[in-house]
């Protein structure tokens, strides 16, 4: 035996290189995998002062392992995109914000996620150019097939679990990490000719239908509903009859999953129908505190309407600015909480300045994504430019009533 472990004891260093080879700079594409498997594990690292979850550790590792990809290559010039000028006058405008800003510091570590973010952009962009299209097909596909686990985790949670929403592992992000997910497999449905290709698509757009009912999140019914009725508009090219089949079909994999949830969740299906009744009632549960958080975010932005308190600081800031004040009910429900509106998030935290900066990259990011819709002249095409290009709407309208998308895991998945 000892013979056996001394003969076995010199493969323990070459276990370690290869458990360390996803970080090597000469491939990035491991990297990036597993930075989109990261997406869905929400428990944070370290929860205060400020959050940190396993993606934001990755972001770092990515950064600096593209700087090391770049320097063994032998090439340190940045890489150019279309929306270069765009970037750059969001950052300079939100760095305004930081002028007399309450908590500088804490300012600084927020424009500094925000370089963070822009950086995996870029990666991802060199990556897709370098790789190529194949590349970009394969990356939303294992995007899918990890939202459709996560779900399929979620779910199984939930069914053994007295929660009453579905999140697993993730958390709230969920929510909208499905709603990308859908997007791109309701895309592939309408899009893809093979009927084997579009069955499995029908069966993965099921099981996240079921889930992203679970999570009983109505901001992200929203937005599904507005990206699948934006992407019917682009199917340009199709026959009505077409369409109009597959709609059918993909409205009957929305009824199945509604019946299978409400026959497996009896309870938790009850929670749900509460949820859309809320909507008449703007005093109860989230739709409350929803309210509370926004007449904050207008009183903050009215007060600092030009330069805001400071990017970061609505969250510490806000009982400074709301009716209620720093009462017991604000602090033990709503202070910590952002605006959950990025318009106005951005209103209450960089005023006009970082607000006119944000809506011009959106606006940028907008007409980039038909830009390559338009320029699309074969299916192959259409299946990666029409799902990109619902998903940068679903990120630009959600931004007027919900959505985090410079922040950790949104952030993440919006770059």
Known sequence: MLKNSLICSPLYPQQIINSLIIFSPYDLIPLVLLLI???FIGYYILEEPIGI???DILISISVISYILYKAFRGDLSLIKSPLDKQIFIFIIGISFSLIGA????????NLLRHLEL???????MDIGFSKGKAAIKNLLDYYVYIATCASILAISMLYFSNESRSFGVTGSPLSDLIVSALIITISQIYIRQSLSQRLKYSLLSFILFVQIIMTQTRGAWLSLLLAVLFLILLLQLASISSIVKNTVWVSFLLFLAILSSSTI??????????RVEHLQQLNIGTLHYRIILWEAGINTFLSHYINGIGIGHFPLLSGDFSSIGNSTFFLENIKGLTTHNIILSYLAETGLVGILCLLLFLRSVFLLGNKIYVSSNCLTDYQLSIPLFCILFFVC???????????????????
Request: glycine share 8%; charged share 5%.
């Open 397 to 415: 309208i959600s931004s007027f009533y919900a959505g985090a998308w410079f922040w950790s895991i949104n952030g993440v998945q919006f770059m």
């Open 37 to 39: 498997l990261s997406l």
């Open 53 to 55: 979850r396993i993606v």
């Open 265 to 274: 969740f009896t309870n938790e299906f009850i929670g749900i129908v509460h």
């Open 102 to 109: 309450q908590l500088f510091v804490n300012g600084i570590i």
């Open 118 to 124: 822009f950086a995996i952009f870029y990666i991802i």
